[in-house]
């Protein structure tokens, strides 16, 4: 294990002696909406007898400290290995990747640790991680890929146009509208907006207000999506903080209409505003 280092972001486990994060504690909301579309998505699973996996880009240490409580809570790739598994139904394989190998250390031990099969890790960017991941998935499966990055710039929409060449690929995907909010003017004029969403100063006018810039750069990307053959749900969470700040929407991308209504039925886990700032 590489030597842990102390950011504040950080710490060791007494458990198991592995990395864990400290993070806000809203984490959980997040990964009770992963875990529940794990469940209700079990007879699909099962439809595609069993050739179904899981992806999780930014997997993190798989386990966390709530920064307020002091709760320790599972990872995203464990909660979705972990309902499989007891529904019955567990992924054919398990795919993580993080740009820290520290962090998928830590998580493909844990996943290993609860005896869930054919855990394959990867340390990379999301973007090298999905070009080396596709060539490898059953070519008629179903796919499940949970892209949960720290910011709009670890998550270049080439990753999700990559993972978008698989025949059955549903996406989960945070969307950070704390950063759009506060830095929405600077990754435009820093041209780090164009790896998140390419082409948006051919279609948004830059002179608009925050708030309306904010929504049509979001609206924009929902855009890209759609010409990739995605449904997007329009029941798109949107998750607050402590103090009632807006933190991320979380929007579902599928190519079966199926999945809509299957996210409309387990997404509002505690009501929430939705697509407002």
Same mark, same amino acid.
């Given at each position: 294990m590489p030597t842990q280092k102390d950011d504040g972001r950080y710490e060791l486990d007494p458990e198991d002696g592995l990395r864990r994060a400290i993070v806000g504690d809203w984490a959980p909301e997040k990964h009770?909406?992963?875990?529940?579309?794990?469940?209700?998505?079990?007879? !699909?699973?099962?439809?595609?007898?069993?050739?179904?996996?899981y992806i999780d880009l930014y997997c993190g240490s798989g386990r966390a400290r709530l920064r307020k409580t002091g709760e320790v809570v599972e990872g995203s790739a464990l909660v979705a290995a972990t309902e499989a598994m007891r529904g019955r139904n567990p992924y054919r394989e398990v795919i993580i990747?993080?740009?820290?190998?520290? $962090? !998928?250390?830590?998580?493909?031990?844990?996943? $290993?640790?609860l005896r869930v099969d054919n855990v394959r890790a990867y340390a990379g960017t999301a973007e090298d991680v999905a070009t080396r991941i596709l060539p490898t998935l059953h070519p008629t499966g179903f796919n499940l890929a949970f892209?949960?990055?720290?910011?709009?710039?670890?998550?270049?929409?080439? !990753?999700?146009?990559?993972?978008?060449?698989?025949k059955s690929m549903d996406l989960l995907i945070h969307v950070s509208i704390m950063d759009l909010q506060r830095n929405v003017r600077t990754l435009m004029a820093?041209?780090?907006?164009?790896?998140?969403?390419?082409?948006?100063?051919?279609?948004?006018?830059?002179?608009?207000?925050?708030?309306k810039l904010v929504m049509a750069v979001?609206?924009?990307?929902?855009?890209?999506?759609?010409?990739l053959g995605y449904l997007v749900s329009d029941n798109i969470e949107r998750v607050t903080g402590n103090?009632?700040?807006?933190?991320?929407?979380?929007?579902?991308a599928s190519k079966h209409d199926l999945a809509d209504k299957?996210?409309?039925e387990v997404s509002q886990v505690e009501p929430q505003g939705r697509l407002v700032l």
């Open positions: 009770l909406r992963l875990q529940k579309y794990v469940d209700i998505t079990r007879a !699909v699973r099962r439809k595609f007898g069993g050739n179904a996996t990747g993080d740009l820290d190998p520290v $962090n !998928v250390e830590a998580c493909e031990a844990r996943l $290993n640790r892209l949960d990055p720290f910011n709009l710039e670890s998550l270049p929409f080439q !990753v999700i146009q990559t993972l978008s060449q698989a820093s041209g780090k907006l164009n790896s998140f969403a390419p082409g948006w100063d051919k279609k948004i006018n830059s002179a608009a207000t925050n708030p979001f609206e924009y990307w929902r855009s890209l999506l759609s010409q103090r009632n700040q807006p933190l991320y929407w979380l929007v579902l299957l996210w409309g």
